[in-house]
């Protein structure tokens, strides 16, 4: 029995059953078969990290973005901007309490290079309804390639806690068609 | 009856240790070590009364036609609700099945009693400066407290305070082992029971010193007197402690798991040797699969993700598959040893289930394996995090593992614990028997309404998924509402069930009928008849837990792939 020493004082030399024997090699199989899907993933899959990382400054990170703002705004969204930067660009989200600034619009079946930092504390980037989920950090720029592939009105929900006015963080990229 | 056995050596300084043996087991049961096991598991009783109060406001705000809290009490409720029942109710719990599993199971004396105290007195008081910290309102931060967030300094100081207690606790039951071994009260190794609480105890070890590491220096920071912990690192080690501490659990509930099919079924492992290298797993790989909460952070390379997650993480998952096999491999072998070996399921059709401490127990395993285990893994695959992070899914994963799983099995064994060690006859045995399917339901319903909310993208830690009062809006699909209202109904059955436990056991503790010392009582459920020839060991007959086991594997195959679809769907990146 399980709550006395086993019976036998030699237990480590006794044969195990064979189903036993079986499920710890499919278990142990099944462990390599996900173990290889994952860097199967990274090699064939669409949908990667490319795990390209900065550190950077809230000034820095924020004089980037203002800059782009400069730049490419196309119009507001009640006082937040929303830029249109270039096919194959550079694009800045800043999440800061409690919001995600600016606005983006992209167009489909483009691919712009996105970076994410946080000026505060950590958010939590939640594209919706895509649901793509990234941490977002202060002190860290976090780079990487997204291709929407739909058109329509996307929304960031911060799904990170930051605070008493996490629920009210919400973000938009727009994805239109040319 | 109280002996003293003449055998044992008298422990310098201190009054001669007074045992009693139980009538029902046979067990010589040191009345210190008893007393110990009974305050810290009524401690953690009153932690989960609390803590699960908190989680059912937690689930009537997340029901969108209810939102009962504002949203700083809800965020407020909400910490309180991860640190009660996580920390608190788990880990006190934990405390009074390690000095079981040593002392009571090895017939021993528990090493150092005042010590022992001592540890106690400190994990209350920690615990209670962390909860009186959180309601008075300056350390809304969850209880992950990720930085730059910062709480008062109190609710740092209360977790290190509680963590120290219970590293002495541990360390209580480590000298109670050299206590046992030096003064032989067994014979060859220990069992098997003991042999998952030092796996249990040994992953504490590394957990607590984590929480010590990442928690001093965010004291210090919180009281001004160093600048702020990166809050990467902050999170990489936080999290050596946060998973390594759920691999306790782990290792205790499967602990809980053999303790009772041996004391209802009269179970033996189907084999020691696989058993204890399944815990053995548990120690070598579960530590560093903190990095299975970092897939989706900045700065941390895909390899150093990929390897520590499948080698480290597969490794200790096939720990939990191993014992998920000979689990109810050693009940179906007892059973048809016992008489009840007609086809596939007979043994299983006539288990104990008006037993609630093997209902308890079965549901755990079920559910911990169907629920948290297969969910666990696919949340844990790098680039299926991506599309499950920080959404509702975690959650509910994690109601599948530490509540569906762990809760209810210390639930289960409460219903041992209290004729055997609290002397009590269960008070009301028709609530205690239809507890755990109350439970049951209501646990494994928000474990899978919150991975289905999380699925459609629904935020965890969040009070609003209308955003009525953002700038802008959205809300989520109309099917992610129904999940969440369908949450909710599932937490009011959670709630009752958990209500149904603790007034049953609290009035057990209370008033229930005394057992007497030289009385014995019914644990073991009634054999049909004593079948001495159902199999070998190298062919036991166990065909029903082989073909549970394959539906269990096809339905993991199956889930994890269909994930992957999932993610295919998403805009591509790279
Ligand atoms: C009556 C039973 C329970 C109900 C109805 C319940 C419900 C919930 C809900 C709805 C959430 C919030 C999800 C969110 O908004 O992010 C939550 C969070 C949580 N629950 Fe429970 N729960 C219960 C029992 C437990 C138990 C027994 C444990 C642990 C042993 C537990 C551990 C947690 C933890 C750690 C969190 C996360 C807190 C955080 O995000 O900081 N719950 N629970
Ligand atoms: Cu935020
Ligand atoms: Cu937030």
Redesign the interface.
């Known amino acids: 029995m399980a709550i006395a020493p086993p019976a036998d004082r030699m237990w480590w030399r006794t044969p195990v059953a064979r189903p036993e024997i079986i499920w710890i090699v499919v278990s142990f199989l099944w462990g390599l078969v996900m173990f290889f899907t994952m860097i199967y993933w990274h090699a064939y899959g669409k949908q990667n990290l490319s795990n390209e990382t900065y550190r950077t400054t809230p000034m820095k990170y924020s004089a980037k973005v203002d800059e782009m703002v400069g730049k490419f705004q196309v119009r507001d969204d009640n006082g937040i901007p929303v830029v249109r930067p270039p096919a194959g660009g550079d694009v800045y989200m800043l999440a800061r309490t409690w919001m995600w600034y600016p606005h983006i619009e992209l167009v489909k079946g483009q691919s712009y290079k996105f970076h994410f930092s946080s000026l505060d504390l950590q958010h939590g980037f939640s594209l919706q309804p895509v649901n793509v989920n990234l941490q977002v950090h202060p002190g860290y720029e976090h780079v990487l390639t997204f291709t929407p592939d739909e058109s329509g009105e996307y929304s960031v929900v911060c799904n990170e806690f930051c605070g008493l006015g996490h629920h009210l963080m919400l973000g938009k990229i727009y994805v239109v068609e040319k | 009856m109280v002996a003293t056995p003449e055998s044992l050596p008298l422990p310098a300084a201190h009054e001669e240790p007074r045992f009693r043996t139980c009538a029902s087991?046979g067990l010589k049961i040191h009345l210190a070590a008893q007393t110990l096991i009974k305050a810290n598991a009524v401690t953690a009783v009153v932690f989960l009364a609390i803590g699960g109060l908190f989680g059912l406001l937690v689930a009537l705000t997340r029901w969108p036609a209810v939102h009962l809290l504002p949203?700083?009490w809800f965020?407020l409720v909400l910490t309180a609700h991860g640190l009660d029942v996580l920390l608190l109710w788990i880990i006190f719990f934990e405390i009074a099945i390690l000095y079981f599993a040593s002392a009571v199971?090895l017939g021993s004396r528990i090493a150092a009693p005042r010590v022992a105290w001592a540890a106690y007195a400190l994990m209350l008081i920690g615990g209670l400066i962390t909860n009186v910290a959180v309601l008075q309102g300056g350390s809304?931060?969850?209880f992950t407290s990720?930085t730059?967030?910062m709480a008062a300094p109190n609710f740092y100081l209360g977790l290190i305070i509680f963590a120290v207690g219970a590293l002495v606790a541990l360390g209580v039951f480590f000298g109670t082992l050299v206590v046992a071994r030096d003064e032989r009260t067994?014979?060859?190794?220990?069992?098997?029971?003991t042999f998952g609480a030092i796996t249990a105890a040994i992953i504490a070890v590394f957990t607590l010193a984590s929480g010590a590491i990442i928690l001093i220096p965010t004291y210090l920071w919180s009281l001004g007197l160093i600048s702020m912990p990166?809050?990467?690192t902050y999170k990489l080690i936080w999290w050596g402690m946060g998973h390594s501490s759920q691999q306790i659990n782990v290792s205790a509930h499967v602990s809980i798991w053999?303790?009772i099919?041996?004391?209802v079924l009269?179970?033996?492992?189907?084999?020691?040797?696989?058993?204890r290298m399944a815990f053995f797993l548990y120690i070598l790989f579960l530590q560093l699969a903190s990095a299975h909460h970092?897939m989706?952070?900045?700065?941390?390379?895909?390899e150093w993700k990929?390897f520590n997650?499948?080698?480290a993480m597969?490794?200790a998952?096939?720990g939990s598959?191993?014992h998920g096999?000979?689990v109810p491999?050693?009940i179906e072998a007892a059973q048809r040893a016992n008489g009840y070996d007609k086809g596939l399921f007979g043994w299983l059709r006539h288990a104990p289930w008006g037993n609630p401490a093997f209902a308890g127990m079965f549901l755990s395993l079920i559910m911990f394996g169907f629920i948290g285990g297969i969910s666990g893994?696919v949340l844990g695959?790098?680039?299926i995090?991506?599309?499950?992070?920080?959404?509702i899914y975690v959650p509910g994963h994690f109601h599948g593992t530490v509540v569906a799983g762990t809760t209810l099995a210390f639930m289960a064994g409460t219903w041992l614990l209290l004729p055997l060690i609290f002397q009590r006859e269960i008070i009301w045995p028709r609530i205690a028997r239809w507890q755990p399917y109350i439970f049951a339901i209501g646990a494994g319903g928000i474990s899978l309404f919150m991975m289905g909310a999380g699925?459609?993208?629904v935020?965890?830690?969040?009070?609003?998924?209308t955003?009525a009062?953002?700038?802008?809006?959205?809300s989520?699909?109309p099917a992610a509402f129904l999940m969440m209202g369908l949450n909710g109904i599932c937490a009011l059955f959670a709630a009752t069930g958990g209500i149904m436990y603790i007034l049953t056991v609290v009035a057990t503790v209370l008033w229930g009928k005394r057992i007497a010392d030289g009385q014995a009582v019914q644990l073991a459920s009634p054999k049909a008849r004593v079948v001495t020839e159902y199999g070998s060991?190298?062919?036991?007959k166990?065909p029903g837990?082989?073909i549970l086991?394959v539906i269990f594997?096809v339905a993991?195959?199956l889930y994890?792939y269909v994930n992957?679809k999932y993610?295919?769907e998403?805009?591509?990146?790279?």
């Open positions: 087991t949203a700083d965020y199971l809304t931060v969850m990720y730059p967030m067994y014979e060859g190794s220990v069992p098997l029971v990166d809050p990467l053999y303790l099919a041996a004391v009269g179970a033996k492992p189907l084999s020691e040797k696989v058993s970092l989706v952070e900045p700065g941390l390379s895909s990929v997650t499948s080698y597969y490794l998952v096939l598959m191993i096999m000979t491999g050693a893994v695959t790098e680039q995090n991506l599309i499950m992070h920080n959404t699925t459609l993208g935020a965890r830690r969040h009070w609003d998924i955003f009062d953002a700038s802008m809006s959205f989520y699909p060991i190298e062919h036991p166990i837990t082989i086991t594997f993991f195959v994890y992957w993610l295919a998403v805009w591509p990146m790279r």
